[in-house]
Every structure is written in structure tokens, then in C-alpha cells.
């Protein structure tokens, strides 16, 4: 049995590697077109930025790769012998949150890269060294309490039901529901400052295009995201009377009214086509049969981990392997999800117009750099979003135009 999940683990390597190095060979060679959608400058460079990301993914996959082999080969035993004096809740709780934690200490190198040195080097962020110790400490205090709560619960799941599998899909499926519920106000409390519109003109517009179609929120918020990058980015967060308007600073300082009103008329377009409701079916059919899965694993995988058959053990393999039967489960997903978009598309530009909309999908790559060309290998496997250029073709853009997005105080501005 162990074979089986290998293997199936060296297939998903393979396939991740792969369509890295096929991402990496065709933005090399796109990188000599004639620019499209972005200005020469920013088409360079967001050329060369997908490249060594795709470098750094690759550098990533190929040492979670060895560390795998290395935690089947001994380390789990090893972390195993070493929390052999707990049983219960109480050894699943430390062993899972001691193989979480070395594994994020292993990792560590790769995040503090990406965050000071790429994404610095790029203009994206803006994190400092003290504002990255605090962020990491509360995330890891919020694990240690809520997650350790979560592991107890599932445990102890584990050893009263006989199908437990079941009523363990129940508990984990209401947790995340609880999450995306709570999302905003913990952010709120404790990572971002959420803020009431100071455009009241831009505020009361936006109460104005959630009114006409019934969509009911517990306020529309600025957020600022600019302390930690520069992207630009909006989302509705929240579930039930926690949902909230947010908007990145950034989004607010780069884009018109009209431009904003378009996004939120995409986001709104998910809202009305039941995209939300449909997400979270998808998402609970696919955990049903994950748990249906890993609640019905031979006694011999086990054994040949080294491990005893009870809760912790379960635990983890569901950690180390669900993340495989996902990638695998994505192709699809994420086929549903770009036709999703493309109506979501279509529904904002109704509320506003395709014009806004071209414009401020424009001005999200020029700001994020978003490459605007990939390889339709990796696209099949990685792009939940159509790409922007079908996106731009769909409104009506003429995508082979060579656009320099100016950004000045009038972006500041409504066009109305």
C-alpha cells in the first residue's frame, strides 16, 4: 500500500516539475514578443518575475521532495519514539504540532527568500523584519491553541465512533464553514486594520451596487494591506452577517470609482450565480471522500510507516497525502472555476461597463505584474482564472495593443 501512495506522490512531483520548467522555458522565450496588455518596461519584468518564481517553485518542490522520503524513511518513526510517552488526544496533539512546526522551521529559508529578496526585488513588498517576527507569532499562537483544539477534536472523534470517517467530515467540514465566518474579524482583531471608507462619495456607490442586487453586508471596509505589499487585491470575506466589503489602500490609491465598481461587479457576479454555494458543495463532496478514503486505510500502511494504527497516525497521513488526491482533483476544479470567472466577467460588466472593466483588469497586471501569457500545460494545471488575455478578449479588448497604463492623481478620482 505504501508503494501505491509513493508512487503516486513521484507522479505528482513529476507533474509539478514538469510544467514548472515548461512555465519557465515558454515565459524565456514570450519574453521576446511584442509586449502585450503591458507596457515594455512592466512586460520585462513581470517576464523575468515569473521566471524565478517558477525557479524558486522548482528549488521548493524538489526539497519537499527529499524531505518526504526522509520523514517515511525515519522521521516519522523517530518523531513517533519520541512522543511515545503521551497516548490519546494529548500524543496526537504533539505529534501533529511537532511535525507542522519542524516542517515550517524547514521551509523557513524559502519564505524569508521569497518575502525579502524576490518580492523585494520586485517592488512588492513592504514587510519589515518586525512586522514579519509579529505576524508569524500570532499565526503560530493561533495554530497552537485553535489547531491543537481542532487535532483533540478529531481524535477524539477517532476513538468513540466506529465510522468515524463520517462524523470527522462533519466536525472538520463546520470548522472551515466557522473560519470563513470568523475570517475578517480575526484579521480585523489581529493582523490588518480595517477601516470605514473615508470616500463617502465612493462608499455610498458601492452600498448603491450591493443594494441593487440584494446583496447584504455588515459594511464596506479599506484595509491596509500597503504595509505588507503592494498588489493590488478586494474581497468579500466573511459568511452569513459577517460578510464585509474589503478593499486593499493600494486598490483604492490606484483605481477610479468606475474601476472599483467593476470589481466588485465580478465579485458580485460570483454572489448571484451561486458561485460561493457551489465552491462550498465542491469543497465538502471532495473532503466527504477524502475522509471516506483515509478513514478506510489498510493496517498495512501503517505498519510499513512504522506507525501504530490509532488517531495520530491517521491524522497524518491525511495531512502528508490529501495534498497529492487534491492536485490531481485541481484540472477539473479549476476548469469549473475559469468558466465561473468568465460569467462573473460578464456580470460586472453589465452592472458597470466592459470599458471599466478592461481598464481596471488592465491596471491589476501593470500593478501585479501579472505576465499576461503562460503555457497551456501549466495553465490545465495551476490557473484557477482564465488567463487575462481570454478574459480581455471575451469584453471585446483588443489584446495584441501595447497599453501603458498611466496611473496619476486623477485615478484618485471618480469618472463621474
Known amino acids: 500500500m505504501l508503494e501505491i501512495a509513493i508512487l503516486g506522490y513521484c507522479i505528482y512531483f513529476l507533474i509539478s516539475i514538469y510544467t514548472s520548467f515548461m512555465q519557465v522555458g515558454f515565459i524565456k522565450k514570450a519574453k521576446y514578443f511584442s509586449p502585450i496588455i503591458l507596457d515594455k518596461e ?9 521566471m524565478e518564481s517558477q525557479k524558486l517553485s522548482i528549488i521548493t518542490t524538489i526539497y519537499d521532495f527529499v524531505l518526504f522520503f526522509v520523514w517515511i524513511g525515519f522521521g516519522l ?33 524559502f519564505s524569508l527568500y521569497s518575502t525579502f529578496k524576490l518580492d523585494k526585488k520586485y517592488g512588492f513588498s513592504n514587510m519589515t523584519s518586525s512586522l514579519y517576527i509579529k505576524d508569524t507569532a500570532k499565526s503560530g499562537m493561533l495554530f497552537l491553541i485553535f489547531g491543537s483544539a481542532v487535532i483533540a477534536g478529531l481524535t477524539l472523534i477517532i476513538e468513540n465512533f466506529p465510522n468515524w470517517w463520517i462524523w470527522g467530515f462533519c466536525f472538520i467540514f463546520a470548522v472551515i464553514i ?13 493582523f490588518d486594520k480595517f477601516s470605514p471608507l473615508e470616500d463617502e462619495e465612493l462608499a455610498n456607490k458601492i452600498n448603491k451596487l450591493l443594494a441593487d442586487v ?3 453586508s455588515s459594511g464596506v471596509f479599506s484595509v491596509d494591506a500597503s504595509k505588507r505589499d503592494n498588489r493590488l487585491n478586494a474581497y468579500f470575506g466573511g459568511l452569513g452577517k459577517t460578510k464585509r466589503v474589503v478593499l486593499f489602500d493600494t486598490l483604492i490609491e490606484k483605481l477610479t470609482h468606475n474601476e ?22 465542491i469543497m465538502g463532496f471532495v473532503m466527504f471522500v477524502f475522509f471516506a478514503i483515509f478513514g478506510n486505510l489498510p493496517q498495512e500502511l501503517f505498519l510499513q510507516l512504522g506507525l501504530e494504527n490509532k488517531p495520530y497516525a491517521i491524522i497524518l497521513v491525511f495531512m502528508m497525502f490529501s495534498p497529492i488526491l487534491s492536485f490531481f482533483l485541481m484540472p477539473l476544479i479549476s476548469a469549473m472555476s475559469r468558466h465561473n470567472e468568465y460569467a462573473a466577467d460578464e456580470f460586472g460588466s453589465d452592472l458597470s461597463s466592459k470599458e471599466d472593466l478592461v481598464n481596471a483588469l488592465l491596471k491589476l497586471a501593470n500593478e501585479n505584474k501579472s505576465f499576461p501569457l ?12 482564465p488567463p487575462l488575455v481570454e478574459r480581455l478578449k471575451e469584453l471585446g479588448y483588443d489584446s495584441d495593443k501595447i497599453i501603458d497604463v498611466e496611473i496619476g492623481e486623477e485615478n484618485n478620482k471618480s469618472d463621474v
Not at 87 to 106: E, P, S, T, Y
Not at 263 to 277: A, M, R
Not at 374 to 385: A, D, G, L, N, R
Request: hydrophobic letters at 50%.
Open 214 to 216: 440584494d446583496f447584504k
Open 178 to 190: 466557522l473560519i470563513n465566518m470568523l475570517y475578517p474579524l480575526i484579521r480585523d482583531k489581529m
Open 77 to 109: 518513526v523517530a518523531l513517533d519514539e519520541s512522543t511515545a510517552s503521551f497516548d490519546g488526544w494529548q500524543k496526537a496533539v504533539i505529534f501533529i504540532d511537532l511535525f507542522i512546526i519542524i516542517n515550517w522551521i524547514l521551509s523557513l529559508p
Open 260 to 281: 472599483l465598481l467593476a470589481v466588485l461587479g465580478h465579485e458580485l457576479g460570483h454572489f448571484k450565480n451561486g458561485d460561493i454555494l457551489k465552491n462550498i458543495g
Open 374 to 385: 503562460s503555457h497551456p500545460i501549466y495553465i490545465f494545471f495551476h490557473y484557477s482564472h
Open 42 to 50: 512592466k512586460y520585462l519584468s513581470a517576464a523575468d518575475y515569473g
